[in-house]
């Protein structure tokens, strides 16, 4: 991998030759690397093909928007790293506002002084410095807490406001199959089930990594699907290749009802009313974390009511003894049929009940939660 050079690097976007000329001169006399491009196609390709440090982008080009050029860099999953500076003539607050919530972090007004230019980028170039500097240092403390595997998992007693029951099992000593309970606001709270590629203590190790990851983001401050990308992003630089993790993120309000759930190639959640019908299998595509920096998740929103209550397992528990749908179609029947009892009895009896018939040969955990 080509190491990046430590002078930083800013592309210019703009259909006008003179103020690329103008800009360019500025950032060049102040010993800034400096590239161009006059049109969309040319902007994707060279900034896609150069990774600047930061990017300055006119909104109106000949051929579109500049803000379908910072669309299709920020479409993707995981958030887009490089700072986008927009600039244009038009100093309607529509057009500012909408250049900051398609991911712009600053807006220039035409005509161009060179002293408010250079200001900018200097700050915006410091702080994503900044950023990274912070990321290196959330890796490297993850890495020390991965050298040792730390029993974390909540217990169901020490959290009764969040209403859950759980049942693990792990064929070694150590093993992948881990979850997490986190307060994430008044009534609110968020629940992780996840399971390590491979059965060894290799495998359990990193997931301490994950554990401290999902407590460092999670919060109010973030919807899950921001919190899993977070952990996506930073297990992708810190993961040896060829790990990875499945993983299941939900968030519920118990005083609402309202039910989030991200699924990161994880098998689906499973549903069960306290009205009677029939379970409910949340059936979601989505990749695994820790392994592509661009990983899509799957996102289902839904309402939970009273006496409502929702599964989340490891595919150890269905997956022995037959196919994968075989095993979901038996555990959703079991949790359907031991309904009418505490959630305090079903997750171990139906877990235990399993594990005895099909004797799996992978690590097992099922969490129950009730609304």
């Known amino acids: 991998m080509q190491e990046k050079q430590l002078t930083p690097l800013v592309f210019v976007v703009d259909d006008d030759p003179g103020v690329v000329r103008t800009i360019g001169g500025f950032l060049k006399r102040a010993g800034f690397r400096t590239s161009s491009a006059g049109d969309i196609a040319g902007a994707l390709q060279g900034i896609r093909a150069q990774n600047p440090d930061l990017i300055l982008l006119d909104v109106n080009l000949a051929d579109g928007s500049g803000f379908e050029v910072c669309r299709a860099l920020t479409e993707k999953a995981t958030a887009f790293p490089t700072p ?3 600039i244009s003539a038009d100093e309607s607050i529509d057009t500012k506002v909408k250049g900051f919530e398609i991911g712009g972090v600053d807006y220039i007004t035409k005509p161009i002084i060179g002293a408010e230019v250079m200001a900018r980028v200097r700050t915006h170039l410091r702080l994503k410095r900044a950023y990274e500097r912070l990321d290196e240092l959330q890796s490297e403390r993850v890495q020390l807490l991965a050298s040792a595997q730390q029993n ?13 029951q759980v049942a693990i099992h792990q064929i070694l ?3 992948g199959d881990f979850y997490d309970v986190i307060p994430a606001g008044q009534g609110v709270v968020d629940y992780l089930v996840a399971d390590a590629s491979g059965h060894d203590l290799a ?3 990193w997931t301490a990594s994950l554990k401290t990851l999902a407590a460092e983001y999670a919060g109010p401050l973030n919807f ?3 919190i899993v990308r977070a952990i996506n992003g930073s297990l992708c630089r810190i993961l040896p290749s060829g790990a990875f993790f499945t993983l299941i993120y939900a968030r519920l309000n118990h005083l609402t009802g309202h039910l989030s759930v991200v699924n990161a190639g994880h098998p689906p959640a499973i549903i069960v009313r306290a009205n009677g019908s029939e379970p409910v299998v949340l059936r979601q595509e989505g990749d695994v974390v820790g392994a592509f920096a661009d990983a899509v998740f799957g ?3 839904l309402t939970l009511q009273p006496g409502d209550r929702i599964y989340f397992y490891s595919d150890g528990l269905i997956e022995a003894g037959g196919c994968f749908e075989d095993g979901l179609k038996r555990l959703a029947a079991a949790c359907f049929d031991w309904r009418t009892l505490p959630l305090s009895d079903v997750v171990p009896n139906v877990a235990g009940d399993l594990i005895a018939r099909l004797s799996p040969i992978d690590d097992t955990l099922l969490l129950g939660v009730e609304r």
């Open 84 to 86: 986008i500076l927009f």
């Open 152 to 164: 974390l998992m909540p217990a169901p007693e020490n959290f009764p406001d969040a209403h859950f």
């Open 173 to 175: 000593a150590a093993g």
């Open 203 to 205: 495998a359990s190790l």
């Open 224 to 226: 899950p699907v921001e």
């Open 299 to 301: 996102v289902v929103e």
